[in-house]
Antibody
């Protein structure tokens, strides 16, 4: 079965760019008609959808984050990535990657999540 | 402020039944988009609990059930067990081209 694993720096300085990668195992990121998403969760708070990418490279982003977010895919490495620019303390959160099939389908599976702290 | 509204907390004694509501609007749940529910145990990633309003993935006990009506959805848990203590989130799609979540409900088993 497909598994997802996030990786990247756990500490980012304010105003810099947060960069994370999600590695897909147990299946090809290009197989099937799946979309690949990033979701975050500040400590003690709810979930926020960040954006998604299809293996063709087509993307959609949360309107509230759109100006700072870039999601890309590397099918040769079976990975997709997140870049969030001009970060502030408000971007401190656990970041999850997840898969879904279409707008009617749930996010499943999820990665285990990775904590990113924005601090100088 | 979350697009979908959930009660911050609910509680119940072992063996009892509890429900968690999820209220949206005409641009998400009311537009006909499916509602999904996730269970998040402390320190872990959310796990799919109910999909497509009322369907259980393999392995989820039938004590968990979901329903949807109009602009709202509900998650019901019967025969409460200590292991059910967790945070629960509803999720849907919004016509603003965005996936939306509820603020989460903390279930306490008394």
């Amino acid at each position: 079965q497909v598994q997802l694993q996030e990786s990247g720096p756990g500490l980012v300085k304010p105003s810099q760019t947060l960069s994370l990668t999600c590695t897909v195992s147990g299946g090809s990121i290009s197989s099937g008609s799946y979309y690949w998403s990033w979701i975050r969760q500040p400590a003690g708070k709810g979930l926020e959808w960040i954006g998604r990418i299809y293996t063709s490279g087509s993307t959609n982003y949360n309107p509230s984050l759109k100006s700072r977010v870039t999601i890309s895919v590397d099918t040769s490495k079976n990975q997709f990535s997140l870049k969030l620019s001009s970060v502030t303390a408000a971007d401190t959160a656990v970041y999850y990657c997840a898969r879904y099939y279409d707008i009617l389908s749930p996010f499943d599976p999820w990665g285990q999540g990775t904590l990113v702290t924005v601090s100088s | 402020q979350s697009v979908l509204t959930q009660p911050p907390s609910v509680s119940g004694a072992p063996g009892q039944r509890v429900t968690i509501s999820c209220t949206g609007s005409s641009s998400n749940i009311g537009a006909g988009y499916d509602v999904h529910w996730y269970q998040q145990l402390p320190g872990t990633a959310p796990k799919l609990l109910i999909y497509g309003n009322s369907n259980r993935p393999s392995g989820v006990p039938d004590r968990f059930s979901g329903s949807k009506s109009g602009t709202s959805a509900s998650l019901a848990i019967t025969g409460l067990q200590a292991e059910d203590e967790a945070d629960y989130y509803c999720q849907s799609y919004d016509s603003s081209l965005s996936w939306v979540f509820g603020g989460g409900t903390k279930l306490t088993v008394l």
